[in-house]
């Protein structure tokens, strides 16, 4: 008797940001993502087993400011906005198994889960942190990436989206600790595809590490919008 071991596979879009209605590119991606899980069944016998994950990320300042100026609390905003996406995605028959939302129970614990865990491993400490930083994006950027225009603003080079100084205590993740692993798994695997993308990560990693640490949660006096988490006073916003 000859037992056939079923083929499975993890497929993934980025979880879209909900601070406006979903685009052409939007489903443009999802699109792609559901040709490669379609290609996969038709490919493979017995059929394999597909995880087709897609969704939407629902916290930060941004999407407290675009709920404020629609008059909604946030989560109102973020119910109306993701539920455009997934009609949109079942309009267009793509065929995800999983749909996350970042303001599901389910996701909240698990990254209150992590935080815990990154703790007991001391690999994120409160520190002080200052820097430009783009709401937009939602991250803090370097010098080097941002200019003053005409009238004075300071902005991001590639976008032109507004950035601004932030002063504040926040969580900080000891990525420096990994730089050189991660550095040398990119290196070593190419593990990106196509071939050409592993030498822009690369790039990106130094940039990473021109910056330090990462700041991974913003207080809560500045940031209501976010997973709280326990014992202290700042969010997060995964």
């Known amino acids: 008797m000859t037992i056939s071991r079923v083929a499975s596979y993890f497929i993934s879009t980025p979880i879209y940001y909900v601070n406006s209605k979903p685009h052409i590119g939007h489903l443009y991606s999802s699109l792609l993502a559901d040709t490669i899980a379609r290609w ?3 490919k493979h016998r017995p059929a394999p087993k597909i995880i087709f994950s897609t969704g939407t990320d629902e916290h930060g300042l941004k999407i407290e400011r675009a709920a404020t100026a629609t008059q909604l609390t946030p989560l109102e905003f973020c119910n109306q906005v993701s539920k ?9 028959s793509i065929q995800y198994t999983d749909y996350i939302r970042t303001t599901d129970k389910k996701h909240c614990q698990a990254v209150q889960h992590v935080w815990q865990e990154l703790l007991k491993r001391n690999l994120i400490y409160k520190g002080s942190y200052q820097g430009w930083y783009s709401v937009q994006d939602e991250c803090f950027v370097s ?5 003053k225009d005409q009238t004075g603003q300071t902005k991001l080079k590639e976008t032109d ?23 040398q798994w990119i290196t070593d695997k190419k593990p990106l595809f196509p071939i050409k993308y592993n030498k822009l990560a690369l790039l990106q990693l130094n940039e990473l590490q021109k ?6 949660s913003r207080e809560a006096k500045r940031l209501s ?6 014992n ?7």
């Open 225 to 230: 919008w976010g997973i709280q988490v326990r």
């Open 211 to 216: 910056q330090g640490d990462i700041s991974i």
């Open 84 to 92: 455009t996406f997934r009609t949109m995605f079942d309009q267009s």
């Open 161 to 183: 989206r507004p950035v601004e100084w932030t002063e504040e205590k926040n969580y900080m993740f000891k990525l420096s600790l990994f730089h050189e692993r991660i550095e």
């Open 40 to 42: 996969q069944i038709v």
């Open 143 to 147: 010098e080097d990436e941002i200019i």
């Open 232 to 238: 202290i006073f700042h969010q997060l916003y995964n």
